[in-house]
């Protein structure tokens, strides 16, 4: 079992910031992928940012420049920093982190979510 605890949503400001945390525990052999996906009212779920398992990174064009994805591995957190926040980044945020058992299996795991608000 691999959970996954989420911090650091809110109510911000138009062009405030904010910073997302995720961190997973648990039976994790390794970690192929980690990412944060969003989804809005009445929209349906979107990536966000995302670690490939090649270390690679994929933004959302609607977030490129100003949402920076990080990671640290000691910690199997990952991170997502949002900056120049705009009300149409109101969401909730979700954390993705796929993990590998000792037994090779990967599995899908998924954060509880965290309510990001951006006011005009």
């Known amino acids: 079992q691999v959970q996954l605890v989420e911090s650091g949503g809110g109510l911000v400001q138009a062009g405030g910031s904010l910073r997302l945390s995720c961190a997973a525990s648990g039976s994790i052999f390794s970690i192929n992928a980690m990412g944060w996906y969003r989804r809005a009212p009445g929209k349906p779920r979107e990536l966000v940012a995302r670690f490939n398992s090649g270390g690679s990174t994929n933004y959302a064009d609607s977030v490129k420049g100003r949402f920076t994805i990080s990671r640290d591995n000691a910690k199997n957190t990952v991170y997502l920093q949002m900056n120049s926040l705009k009300p149409e980044d109101t969401a909730t945020y979700y954390c993705?982190?796929?993990?590998?058992?000792?037994?090779?299996?990967?599995?899908?795991?998924w954060g509880q979510g965290t309510r990001v608000i951006v006011s005009s």
């Open positions: 993705n982190i796929v993990t590998v058992g000792a037994g090779g299996l990967s599995y899908d795991n």
